[in-house]
């Protein structure tokens, strides 16, 4: 019996490893949670013997959420070309933080966004290249690059040859390593905080000063509640638009907070997240921002869909 016990606890074990590999091939935590459970049911759905014969059931495991992950990447497109909008991957609340944001404290390890170790990997701007990719390239350079799974493994998931997944992440890496540049941004923390005030002060002149002259931001409402279908580009314009949303929505509160384990900021009214932002910054300018808006997204934030008639956020008539 105790043979038995510690077995299982081994295989339940690796969840939370399963959990890393799948979010940073999915950028979803929800499918990433589905993939993983598939995985599992795969696992017990086979003969006693069987498991007993498979000498490192972390490593199937793995080759069977990434294989089920890959799939689910090969039919994203579709699903994407159904999306109303712009499609961003789902953003990670620091559980520290959770009461801070507005989002809801964790009542016990079930979620699977505790689970997620934030480091560069999973950081908002690398997420957006990695969507960018084959679902191929996606599953080779972040098995090899990030969990540094051995190309003759990675071709198991696959179903190609070491040498070809090894091309295939090489030529993955290649826009990776050019969206590197300044993408980390030293004193982002500080260029998000006067971001902040000036916002808040609807300061618009400020706003500018901190915007990039090409800053670009992507909203992702999912059709579900109000944003805009199309990136928005420059400065001044992102700014006057900011401004705009503050004079709009009486109440909006701005909260620091880390996202994807960056500075970023959480838009609330009422206690309850509406949006949460993500900024990339470069050489002491905003370049981009990814504001999500997707209540099915901001599930691990204790967000939800704004009353009917009343939108918060990134949204407006704005001609993209």
């Not at 799948?22 to 069987?50: C, F, I, K």
């Not at 929505?249 to 909260?255: I, Q, R, S, T, W």
Request: net charge neutral; glycine share 10%; aromatic share 6%.
């Amino acid at each position: 019996m105790g043979t038995a016990g510690e077995g299982t606890d081994r295989i339940t074990g690796e969840r939370r490893q399963l959990i890393n590999v799948a979010y940073r091939l999915l950028g979803s935590v929800t499918e990433a949670e589905d993939a993983v459970q598939e995985a599992y049911t795969r696992w017990y759905a086979l003969p006693r013997s069987r498991r007993e014969e498979i000498v490192s059931p972390g490593a199937w495991l793995t080759t069977v959420t990434s294989r089920v992950c890959l799939d689910l990447l090969g039919s994203a497109r579709a699903r994407r070309e159904r999306y109303v909008g712009a499609w961003l991957p789902e953003p990670l609340p620091d559980r520290a933080e959770a009461g801070t944001a507005g989002g809801a404290t964790p009542t016990g390890p079930a979620d699977p966004a505790d689970q997620i170790v934030q480091d560069e990997s999973v950081a908002v701007a690398f997420l957006v290249v990695l969507d960018a990719m084959t679902p191929a390239e996606r599953v080779a350079f972040v098995l090899h690059d990030v969990f540094r799974y051995p190309f003759a493994e990675i071709a198991g998931v696959l179903g190609r040859t070491p040498a070809a997944c090894k091309q295939l992440a090489a030529s993955a890496r290649r826009p990776v390593n050019a969206s590197r540049s300044g993408a980390a941004g030293a004193g982002r923390a500080d260029v998000v905080r006067h971001v902040k005030e000036a916002w808040e002060n609807k300061d618009i002149a400020a706003l500018v000063g901190l915007l990039d002259p090409a800053v670009v931001m992507t909203a992702d409402g999912g059709g579900l509640v109000g944003a805009v279908l199309r990136p928005v580009e420059g400065g001044r314009r992102i700014a006057q638009y900011m401004v705009a949303i503050a004079d709009k929505a009486p109440g909006l509160e701005l909260v620091e907070c880390s996202v994807n384990g960056a500075p970023g900021l959480v838009a609330r009214r009422a206690g309850v997240v509406m949006t949460v932002a993500s900024f990339e910054v470069s050489d002491g300018r905003v370049t981009r921002i990814w504001a999500v808006r997707n209540p099915e997204k901001l599930r691990p934030w204790g967000g939800q869909q704004a009353p009917d008639g009343y939108h918060l956020g990134f949204h407006g008539p704005i001609s993209t």
